[in-house]
Each structure stands twice: as structure tokens, then as C-alpha cells.
């Protein structure tokens, strides 16, 4: 678990793109958003799932910095949303493993 809250606290992107994301928590619906950011996917463990959505945001994130022609904003929101909930999930199932 600490390898997570490593990686996620590890993360810097523009406070703009942070702001959206967390607004948009507020909509997130996890069978409908993880069926269409991780197609073929078990979403059953939680650990997995942010794992793939570290390594589709990491690839995001560089694609955004190097000015790709095909990066969507809207599609990196979108996983940034789908993070910060499975980690937030991931926390409350786990207090006790954060707080070590």
C-alpha cells in the first residue's frame, strides 16, 4: 500500500487538471468509467487497478508534456478521476496499513 501512496503523492501536475479531477469524483461511477478506461480488465482488485491506471496516467502525462497531437485533456481528467477514487476506496479498506 505505501508503494502506492508513494507514487500518487510523487505526481505533480497542473492545479488546474487537479482541480477538475477532483471535482469530477463527485460523479465517478466505478463499473461505468473502469469499463471504459481499462477495456478488458478485472476490476476486482483494487491494487491492480491503480496500478494500470498509474502506468495509462504516467503515458498521459508525458504525451501532455511533449505537446502530442492526439493527447486529450478530457481522456486524462478522466483517469486522473478514476485514480484518485480507487485510491481513496483503497484507503478506507486499508487505514490501518496508511497510518504505518
Known sequence: ????????????????MVQAARFGLADYRRDRDLARLLPGHRHSNPAAVIDRLIEIEAGMDERRCRGDAGYSYARHIEVL?????????LAAAYP????A
Open 1 to 16: 500500500m505505501t508503494r502506492f501512496t508513494t507514487e500518487l503523492s510523487r505526481l505533480r501536475r497542473p492545479r488546474l
Open 96 to 99: 490501518e496499513r496508511l497510518a
Open 81 to 89: 478521476i478514476a485514480l484518485m477514487a480507487e485510491a481513496r476506496t
